[in-house]
């Protein structure tokens, strides 16, 4: 690149927001708030949110989205942040501490879970929805948004991670999704998937720990990472060898606050016998 172009690259960069990822944090009494022993589990919600960056045209601003689509599945894992917070207030008594960090914006302005380069980053489409904010983006465009919005939240998740480890602490992580009951007109029977990445330990074990959990239960359905899932696994629990797992729930079991918790009730003890099991707490 020309120096030319490399200063009007930077000048674009310094005047971009930053999105940086929302966090939370449990004592190990489960309670909200940090806490003087390092946490032991580092939860992750990377479609938390359906907002969108409406203040800012360089990210795509509405995206040009109707209000059906916005309150859609394509837009955010509706209840997964709910049951990523039922879960980290559970799994932090047992983990000497957790930490929660989400998304503040939709997946459709940046979908935090996909690498740069991948085409669903920023959806022209998502399932049956068209998203006419991210028709025939230009190179420039899609820097923008990395830089923005991408870049600043896995930022976030490592900062996160490396104080922890810094602290003496190897924190386990777990990636809470959830997925639509019918996808392209199919229904889908599964209500609790369990996906991995290379490294399958912690992943087994709660296949193994669900047995009784009363969901059907399924091994890398209804993704699996041949489909390109586990990118935020890839990022930042596979180079530090990190105990890791990937968590998708059928979205119509957590559609309220009070089934966001129940279903919390019913996994934490799933997790926490699967996080106990293989020494990842």
């Given at each position: 690149?020309?120096?030319?172009?490399?200063?009007?690259?930077?000048s674009?960069?310094?005047s971009?927001p930053r999105f940086?990822?929302?966090?939370?944090?449990?004592?190990?009494?489960g309670t909200p708030g940090k806490?003087?022993?390092?946490?032991?589990v580092?939860l992750?919600?990377?479609h938390a949110?359906n907002t969108?960056?409406?203040d800012?045209?360089?990210l795509?601003?509405?995206l040009?989205l109707?209000?059906?689509?916005?309150?859609?599945?394509a837009a955010y894992?509706?209840?997964?942040?709910?049951?990523?917070?039922?879960?980290?207030?559970?799994?932090a008594?047992v983990?000497g501490?957790?930490v929660?960090v989400?998304?503040?914006l939709?997946?459709?302005?940046?979908?935090?879970?996909?690498a740069?380069?991948?085409?669903a980053?920023?959806?022209?489409?998502s399932?049956?929805h068209?998203?006419?904010?991210?028709?025939?983006?230009?190179?420039?465009?899609?820097?923008a948004r990395?830089?923005a919005?991408c870049?600043p939240f896995h930022?976030t998740?490592?900062?996160e991670?490396?104080?922890?480890?810094a602290r003496?602490?190897?924190?386990a992580?777990?990636a809470?999704h959830?997925?639509?009951?019918?996808?392209?007109?199919?229904?889908?029977?599964?209500?609790?998937?369990?996906?991995?990445?290379?490294?399958?330990?912690?992943?087994?074990?709660?296949?193994?720990?669900?047995?009784?959990c009363?969901?059907d239960?399924?091994?890398?359905?209804p993704y699996s990472?041949a489909?390109d899932?586990?990118?935020?696994?890839?990022?930042h629990?596979?180079?530090?060898?990190?105990?890791?797992?990937m968590?998708?729930?059928?979205?119509?079991?957590i559609t309220d606050?009070?089934?966001?918790?129940?279903?919390?009730?019913r996994?934490?003890?799933?997790?926490?016998?699967a996080?106990r099991?293989t020494g990842?707490?």
């Amino acid at each position: 690149m020309s120096q030319p172009a490399q200063r009007a690259a930077n000048s674009q960069a310094l005047s971009l927001p930053r999105f940086d990822g929302v966090v939370e944090h449990w004592r190990a009494d489960g309670t909200p708030g940090k806490g003087e022993t390092p946490a032991g589990v580092v939860l992750i919600c990377e479609h938390a949110s359906n907002t969108l960056p409406e203040d800012y045209p360089e990210l795509g601003g509405d995206l040009g989205l109707d209000a059906d689509t916005r309150a859609s599945h394509a837009a955010y894992d509706i209840g997964a942040l709910g049951l990523a917070r039922g879960l980290a207030a559970r799994l932090a008594r047992v983990a000497g501490g957790a930490v929660l960090v989400h998304a503040p914006l939709s997946r459709l302005a940046y979908d935090l879970n996909r690498a740069p380069d991948h085409l669903a980053a920023m959806p022209p489409k998502s399932e049956l929805h068209l998203v006419p904010g991210n028709q025939n983006l230009t190179a420039a465009d899609r820097v923008a948004r990395t830089q923005a919005i991408c870049q600043p939240f896995h930022a976030t998740v490592a900062s996160e991670i490396a104080q922890l480890v810094a602290r003496g602490r190897r924190p386990a992580l777990i990636a809470v999704h959830s997925f639509t009951p019918v996808y392209f007109g199919q229904t889908r029977d599964v209500e609790f998937g369990v996906i991995h990445d290379d490294d399958t330990t912690l992943t087994m074990a709660v296949m193994l720990a669900a047995k009784d959990c009363g969901l059907d239960t399924r091994l890398n359905e209804p993704y699996s990472a041949a489909g390109d899932v586990t990118h935020t696994i890839r990022l930042h629990a596979v180079p530090m060898r990190l105990s890791n797992t990937m968590l998708e729930i059928r979205n119509d079991l957590i559609t309220d606050a009070p089934a966001q918790d129940a279903m919390a009730e019913r996994l934490a003890p799933v997790l926490a016998t699967a996080l106990r099991e293989t020494g990842a707490v």
